[in-house]
T-cell receptor, first 115, second 114 residues
Framework: AQKITQTQPGMFVQEKEAVTLDCTYD???????LFWYKQPSSGEMIFLIY??????QNATEGRYSLNFQKARKSANLVISASQLGDSAMYFC????????????FGTGTKLQVIP | ETGVTQSPTHLIKTRGQQVTLRCSSQ?????VSWYQQALGQGPQFIFQ???????GRGNFPPRFSGLQFPNYSSELNVNALELDDSALYLC?????????????FGPGTRLTVL
């Protein structure tokens, strides 16, 4: 079974500062993928970044980077230079190996960027 | 390239009724997954369709059923609606066989059961 844990229900960050959103995971699959999604109040899930379990380097996408520590089973999202438009719910998610692509989500972190 | 679309946007039903939600996949995608997101929670996997067959299911009762059509669009049907079925229903499409099967989500259908 897969499990994603996000321990920060809410976070505040000053505009232009960096922020780290925590995510830990548990799985018995040797191969898996980790995702971060952003969900604004409109409801649509927006893909931010992906990390494969065998990727040697941490993933980066623009202002987003994923701090992947496999031994600690953590996949924290770092947002640099926060913007007001970054205010949203952020979900960490995992897809395991197997014949179908079930994605398990965490409970999310609500990020609020303060001017 | 068109994105994932869902209809309707909002829906209000009463307990015991049946509902059908629709999803059009992103162009070129052959796999559709459905998720239920209750207020304040993360999405929960309902099931997935690939080549018109259900090939994975989460912990949802049989009154949640689905279809996938030859053009890869999909329907989610829920029978005998219960109050706890009130949620945002998200559809996600992906391409099985791609490098990491990124899922693209639609805007969701918000279902309210009274």
């Amino acid at each position: 079974a897969q499990k994603i844990t996000q321990t920060q229900p809410g976070m505040f960050v000053q505009e232009k500062e960096a922020v780290t959103l925590d995510c830990t995971y548990d799985t018995s699959d040797p191969s898996y993928g980790l995702f971060w999604y952003k969900q604004p109040s409109s409801g649509e899930m927006i893909f931010l970044i992906y990390q494969g379990s065998y990727d040697q380097q941490n993933a980066t996408e623009g202002r987003y980077s994923l701090n992947f520590q496999k031994a600690r089973k953590s996949a924290n999202l770092v947002i640099s230079a926060s913007q007001l438009g970054d205010s949203a719910m952020y979900f960490c998610a995992m897809r395991g190996a197997g014949g179908y692509q079930k994605v398990t989500f965490g409970t999310g972190t609500k990020l609020q960027v303060i001017p | 390239e068109t994105g994932v679309t869902q209809s309707p946007t909002h829906l209000i039903k009463t307990r015991g009724q049946q509902v059908t939600l629709r999803c059009s996949s992103q162009s070129g995608h052959n796999t559709v997954s459905w998720y239920q997101q209750a207020l304040g929670q993360g999405p929960q996997f309902i099931f997935q369709y690939y080549r018109e067959e259900e090939n994975g299911r989460g912990n949802f009762p049989p009154r949640f059923s689905g279809l996938q059509f030859p053009n890869y669009s999909s329907e989610l049907n829920v029978n005998a609606l219960e109050l706890d079925d009130s949620a945002l229903y998200l559809c996600a499409s992906s391409l099985t066989g791609a490098s990491y099967n990124e899922q693209f989500f639609g805007p969701g259908t918000r279902l309210t059961v009274l």
